[in-house]
C-alpha cells in the first residue's frame, strides 16, 4: 500500500490530515484521565476550540515542548514542525472541512484512555498515598512528599512504571524514588508520613534520611508522561523492603480537590539482564559542592553557573535525560567533552519553564565514556522582569540542600545502562 503523504496542493483534510496529528501531539495530554482540562480527540472537540488552537499553536505555547530540537533530537520529541502548523491553520482558514470520515482512530484512543494504563495490562503492584490529600484553595503551589512504606515476599523483576492519580489536572510534576531498606531495626512507620516542603514540618524531611541511603530507582512523572517501559533485556529490581518517597508538585487550585496518587508496576518473570540506574548530578547529587559561582542569587540579579564532573567508571550508554531547575531557572545545557574528541551534546532548554518539564529520551542512545567530562550549565533570573519569577519584588534564592521549592536547584538526571558494543545501534523509539 502506498501511504499517502499530506499535499499541500490539496487542502487538508480532518480523518486525512488534521486528526493523526492532533492525536499524536496533542491527546497523550488532551483525553479524560490526563492533565489537560479538556479532550481534543474528535471533530467536534477540534472544532469547538479552533481559534484558541490555532492562537496556542501559532505561539509554539502548546505543544508544550521546551527542548532545543537542534541540539539532541529526542524520541519523545513532540514540537510541530513549521509544515504541521501550516496544515492546522490551513485547515482552521478553510472552515475545518471533514473530509472522508473515518472514526475508528478515535475509538482506539478512547478505549485506551478509559482503561486507566497506558500499559498493556493491569499492574501487578500499586503503592498509593496512605491517605488522600486534600489541595486546598488557596492561589498557592504545593509541594509535598509523601511516604509509602512497603514489604513484599520476594523481589520483583519491573518491566514497566506508572504514576497513577484519580486527578492529574491538580498536578504539575511528580517525581517518586524508591529506597531499599534491609535493616529491619529501621521502622518505616515511625517518621512522618507526609511532609509539606514550603511548611512549618519541612524539616520533618530529616526523619527519612536513615531511608535514603540506597536508592534504586527514580522514576517521575510531567503532563504527557505515559508508563515507561525499557528496551529488550533492561529494567531493575523492586527491593523486598523499603519505602517510596513520592514528591507531588499541586499547582493553585480553583477549588479544594482530593489527591490520591501513587505507582503502578508490571512486574516480569523473566530476568533482567541490563539493570536501568540513575545518577543524579548537581543540586542533591555527585558535585554539589563544585557547583561555580555556588547557586545564590540576589534578588534583581541574573547568574549563570557552571558544574563539571570527570566520569571515571566504565562506560556507560545513556538512555533518558532528565533537566531539572526550580522556578527562576532560565537555561539549561549539559554536554560532554572528551580529550580532542568532539563535544556531546546532551540536552538543551533554551527558555526554562518550570510548569513543563520533561524526561528526554533519546533516540540515539548517548554512550559516556571513561574519562569524559559531563558539563552542565544553569542560567538564572532573578529580576522583575523574568514573568516566571514567583516574588515580587525578587528576594534572594539560595540553594543549601533544604528540599524547599523557593530555593534554586541545578540538576541533571541520567536513566542509564552498563555499556555493550552494540549499543550504538540501538534505537529508542
Ligand atoms: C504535555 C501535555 C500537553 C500537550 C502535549 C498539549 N497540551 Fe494543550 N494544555 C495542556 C495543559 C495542562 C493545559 C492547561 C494549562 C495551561 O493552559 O497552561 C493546556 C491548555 C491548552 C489550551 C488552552 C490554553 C489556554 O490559554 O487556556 C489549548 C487551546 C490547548 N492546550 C491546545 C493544545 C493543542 C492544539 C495541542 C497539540 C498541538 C496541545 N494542546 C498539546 C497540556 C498539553
Known sequence: MIMRQPSYA???TFYRDVQPLIHANCAVCHRPGEAAPFSLITYEDVTKR?????????????????????????ANKRSLTPEQIKTLTDWIDADMPKGKVNTEAESALLKRAQAGTGYSRVPDLTLRMLKPFTVVRDGKEHFMVFKIPFGLAETANVEAVEFTSNNKKAIH????????????????????????????????????????KQ?????????????????????????????????????PSAKDT??????????TKKPIRRTVKVISLGSGGIGERD???????????????????????????????WPHMHQIGKRFTAFVTQADQDTIPLVRIPDWDFRWQEIYRYEKPVILPTGAVI????????????P???????????????????????????LYVAYEPGDENLRLN
Open 173 to 212: 510534576h511528580a517525581n517518586f524514588a524508591i529506597h531499599p531498606v534491609e535493616d529491619p531495626a529501621i521502622s518505616l512507620t515511625n517518621t512522618a508520613e507526609q511532609v509539606d516542603l514550603n511548611g512549618e514540618d519541612a524539616s520533618r524531611y530529616r526523619e527519612w534520611l536513615p531511608y535514603k
Open 258 to 267: 482530593i489527591s490520591l496518587n501513587g505507582v503502578n508496576f508490571f512486574f
Open 291 to 321: 557547583i561555580s559561582p555556588p547557586l545564590l542569587v540576589f534578588g534583581g540579579d541574573s547568574l549563570t553557573t557552571k558544574l563539571k564532573v570527570a566520569y571515571r567508571n566504565q562506560p556507560i550508554t545513556l538512555l533518558y535525560a
Open 375 to 386: 558539563n552542565v550549565i544553569g542560567t538564572y533570573d532573578n529580576t522583575e522582569s523574568n
Open 388 to 414: 516566571l519569577n514567583p516574588n515580587k519584588p525578587p528576594k534572594i534564592i539560595t540553594s543549601d540542600g533544604q528540599m524547599r521549592s523557593d530555593q534554586e536547584m541545578m540538576t541533571l538526571l541520567l
Open 50 to 74: 479552533s481559534k484558541f488552537i490555532k492562537k496556542v499553536v501559532v505561539s509554539g505555547y502548546m505543544p508544550p515542548w521546551r527542548a532545543d530540537d537542534h541540539y539532541v533530537t529526542f
Open 10 to 12: 490539496q487542502k487538508p
Open 215 to 251: 536508592m534504586t530507582y527514580y522514576g517521575g512523572w510531567v503532563p504527557g508522561t505515559t508508563v515507561e517501559t525499557y528496551p529488550a533485556d533492561m529494567g531493575w529490581v523492586m527491593p523486598k523492603r523499603g519505602v517510596m518517597l513520592l514528591t507531588v508538585h499541586f499547582g
